[in-house]
């Protein structure tokens, strides 16, 4: 026998913490949780697309929290995001190592980021793969590290395929 319970939905998405300057745009980004059948997976998909956000918009260590509050209301749950995002990093200095035959001027040239650019680590995966899909590494290896103060020092490493030629 099965009983169905109440039906829970999402009514509002509610952000607490500290001030975000760019609040209005990410409540936007989670506005699609909201009026619709609420699944307890859902907390964890919101923290990821709000996650997703603030590195984006150049916070490395951002924090989010995201938890089911009840309403007055039977059946209606609110999430509650909680930011800590930290400071807005940059990107600081980019080193290349493994290119044998590949100037690192058309290294970096088609990776496409530059020293000074705000950080965003949807940019960066782009950049990886960019150089990947190039066919002239067999890997492409980025990694982002704190440099001190509000830079990330970009170091990236790659193997070398063996050149072909078409005819």
């Given at each position: 026998v099965i009983e169905e319970g109440i039906l829970y939905r999402v009514g509002r998405i509610r952000q607490k913490?500290?001030?975000?300057?760019?609040?209005?745009?990410?409540?936007?980004?989670l506005a699609a949780f909201e009026n619709r059948p609420f699944v307890p997976s859902d907390e964890l998909l919101c923290q990821s697309r709000a996650l997703d956000f603030l590195r984006a918009h150049g916070f490395f260590f951002a924090a989010v929290v995201v938890?089911?509050?009840r309403t007055d209301v039977p059946g209606i749950v609110d999430l509650v995001v909680t930011l800590s995002p930290g400071?807005?990093?940059?990107?600081?200095?980019l080193a290349t190592s493994g290119a044998q035959r590949t100037a690192e001027c058309s290294l970096l040239g088609r990776f496409g980021i530059r020293r000074g650019a705000v950080y965003n680590a949807a940019a960066l995966d782009a950049a990886e793969r960019r150089l990947w899909f190039t066919g002239a590494f067999s890997s492409v290896d980025v990694k982002v590290q704190p440099a001190g103060g509000d830079k990330l020092d970009v170091d990236i490493h790659v193997e070398e395929r063996d050149s072909k030629s078409f005819a």
């Open positions: 913490g500290p001030g975000f300057e760019e609040s209005k745009e990410l409540l936007r980004t938890e089911t509050v400071r807005r990093m940059r990107i600081g200095n």
